[in-house]
């Protein structure tokens, strides 16, 4: 729940808070994500994660063009491969049928160039695939949105990331917020959104929400990367309880400037 303090955005004040209070202590995953460990061992009814931040974002700045980026050649090489292995392994949210893997193999030979066939697969995903809250569970995998074709931002990422490694892009799975409105009034704060996008490496990584079929910019926040939704969950750990117990996500944005 704690953004990344990065080129395109910058966390100026954060913290996370619990309730029953909580001793936090924070430290660096793997992948890089910021994560807040806490332990709640008195008895209670309700527990309550509060994140709040203020995050500074920027335009995201020169794009790269269709034709431009590493080449297919360049991918191949076994100093990319190597260095981006776990990138472009299937997990077990993204993996392929043989259904998609073809299409895959058919949207990389359309295409001249890597960074062209993944806008290409971002187009596709989108017109394939309708957006519908509720459709999916956070244990849902690509090839269950695909055959359904309906899922929410977690699937759409999920399928575009599964058919980007399929080509053999290195491709992350990124997990963040979402400001809805380009057009916010200052000062007013609205519902806002948990959301999931992509990146792909091609030379150097560019980010695309394929869900919105929008470069990312201004309107998200990032908090963390990996293969797939299970590196970067918001909240996860060992409970001990009753089994008829539920979870609500209340998420508010609120443009400062």
Request: glycine share 8%; proline share 7%; aromatic share 8%.
């Amino acid at each position: 729940m704690w953004p990344r303090n990065e080129t395109h955005q910058a966390v100026l004040d954060a913290r996370v808070e619990v309730w029953p209070p909580a001793r936090t202590y924070r430290y660096e995953d793997y992948w890089g994500t910021v994560v807040t460990a806490f332990d709640v061992h008195a008895r209670h009814e309700a527990l309550t994660v509060t994140a709040t931040s203020t995050v500074e974002t920027l335009p995201p700045g020169d794009l790269i063009e269709p034709g431009e980026g590493a080449s297919w050649a360049d991918l191949a090489r076994p100093e990319s491969v190597d260095r981006w292995y776990e990138l472009l392994l299937s997990s077990p949210r993204t993996v392929m049928n043989e259904e998609l893997s073809s299409i895959a193999a058919d949207i990389r030979a359309a295409h001249a160039t890597p960074h062209a066939a993944a806008l290409a697969v971002c187009e596709f995903v989108r017109g394939e695939v309708t957006y519908q809250p509720g459709s999916t569970g956070v244990q849902s995998d690509a090839v269950h949105a695909w055959k359904q074709r309906k899922g929410v931002c977690q699937d759409i990422s999920h399928l575009t990331v599964g058919l980007l490694r399929e080509m053999g892009l290195p491709a992350r799975y990124v997990s963040g917020y979402l400001h809805p409105s380009s057009a916010a009034a200052i000062g007013d704060s609205i519902v806002g959104q948990s959301h999931a996008w992509v990146q792909w490496w091609v030379g150097r990584w560019t980010a695309f929400d394929p869900t919105n079929g929008i470069p990312v910019g201004e309107r998200h926040v990032v908090v963390g990367r990996g293969r797939e939704y299970g590196d970067v969950p918001p909240l996860k750990g060992v409970y001990a309880g009753p089994g008829s117990t539920g979870q609500d996500v209340e998420v508010t944005i609120t443009r400062l400037r």
